[in-house]
């Protein structure tokens, strides 16, 4: 099983620039499942959380093929390293992105609960940063 995530490169030397709304607008973020592990199994997968999150993207100057997006804990803490550290692309579907991330949390009875407040913000080649928008992650184990 694979995330399909890849990492999003702004061009080398760019610094990190805040954008306004009319810039580079937030993107409307969703979640759309959590899966909590199974088992001990880490051959069958059976020991990995799973994490949906669908990114909707407003018509604009900005293509959703040109753009990464960051995913930045906010509130909360959790032992699981759920998020990349830096901007990444998901498959795309018109104006849709869909982002799986994956992570070893082992059977119910091993599991910490989950719950979070996540900034979601897109991230141009030339590392302009737009405003976020925010998604709840929350999920009990064994859920």
């Not at 760019?14 to 199974?38: E, F, H, W």
């Not at 994956?102 to 119910?108: I, K, L, Q, V, Y």
């Not at 991230?123 to 064994?142: D, H, Q």
């Amino acid at each position: 099983m694979t995330s399909r995530l890849t990492a999003f490169e702004p061009a080398a030397g760019s610094v990190p620039t805040a954008g306004t709304s009319g810039d580079l607008p937030a993107p409307v973020a969703v979640v759309t499942g959590i899966v909590r592990g199974i088992g001990p199994r880490h051959s069958t997968c059976d020991d990995t959380g799973l994490l949906s999150v669908e990114i909707e993207w407003p018509r604009g100057g900005y293509k959703l093929r040109d753009l990464g997006f960051e995913f930045k804990v906010v509130s909360g803490a959790t032992d699981y390293v759920i998020f990349p550290e830096g901007p990444v692309q998901a498959p795309i579907n018109g104006r849709r992105g869909d982002f799986l991330f994956m992570w070893r949390e082992g059977g119910p009875s091993q599991q910490q609960p989950i719950d979070l407040q996540v900034e979601v913000r897109a991230v141009t080649r030339s590392n302009l940063r737009g405003p976020p928008a925010r998604v709840v992650v929350r999920a009990a184990p064994g859920a």
